[in-house]
């Protein structure tokens, strides 16, 4: 079964710093990675996703993320934070070889927190 | 597209109480699933239908929950007897086969219940 690990429920950065946040996952089959966003009192927002090719992949929002099959890691980063960007973000793996259509395992969020 | 819509967005029951929580897709979505989000376990997956059809329901926690997609544009997950264990937020999201690989899930804003 597949299984995400954000390493850390809560990620305090000052506005305008670089900011890293992180996932690692486990899974024995072939996955695709997701990155998603909640603001308070509403649902999930994609930021973006890896399906293949180009390990390094490109969001909404100015944020990035890398895959790295060997450390199965694919950390969220973005160079420069702003207010707007206080939020919590998952990390979610396909579960299975429906490619995601068959559901995705989220990991237990990182609150980050943007101080001025 | 008004997105996915949940309601009601909040609902307070006494414990032993009958809770019905309803989802609409998005046109032309025919995946549609079902997600708890609690502190202490983060985002699980209860269901998950395709064309209609419950096709997991692994994650359905006792028999005490119970979910119906009559028709493609509708969903429901019912809670009998309700326990103040169930206190958490439910989120349906929706997507496409195709759709899916290029935006993800859609999640609707949640139903935040409360059994006291």
């Known amino acids: 079964a597949q299984s995400v690990t954000q390493l850390d429920s809560q990620v305090p950065v000052f506005e305008e710093a670089p900011v890293e946040l992180r996932c690692n996952y486990s899974?024995?089959?072939?996955?695709?990675l997701f990155w998603y966003v909640q603001y308070p009192n509403q649902g999930l927002q994609l930021l973006l996703k890896?399906?293949?090719?180009?390990?390094l992949v490109k969001g909404i929002n100015g944020f990035e993320a890398e895959f790295n099959k060997s450390q199965t890691s694919f950390h969220l980063r973005k160079p420069s934070v702003h207010i707007s960007d206080t939020a919590e973000y998952f990390c979610a793996v396909s579960r299975g070889s429906g490619g995601g259509a068959d559901g995705l395992t989220f990991g237990k969020g990182t609150h980050l927190i943007i101080q001025p | 597209d008004a997105g996915v819509i949940q309601s009601p967005r909040h609902e307070v029951t006494e414990m032993g109480q009958e809770v019905t929580l309803r989802c609409k897709p998005i046109s032309g979505h025919d995946y549609l699933f079902w997600y708890r989000q609690t502190m202490m376990r983060g985002l699980e997956l209860l269901i998950y239908?395709?064309?209609?059809?419950?096709?997991?329901d692994s994650g359905m926690p006792e028999d005490r929950f119970s979910a119906k997609m009559p028709n493609a544009s509708f969903s429901t997950l019912k809670i009998q007897p309700s326990e103040p264990r169930d206190s958490a937020v439910y989120f349906c999201a929706s997507s496409s086969r195709t759709g899916f690989l290029s935006n993800g899930y859609t999640f609707g804003s949640g139903t935040r219940l409360t059994v006291v």
């Open positions: 890896y399906l293949s090719g180009s390990t």
């Open positions: 239908f395709n064309n209609n059809v419950p096709i997991d």
């Open positions: 899974s024995s089959v072939s996955v695709y």
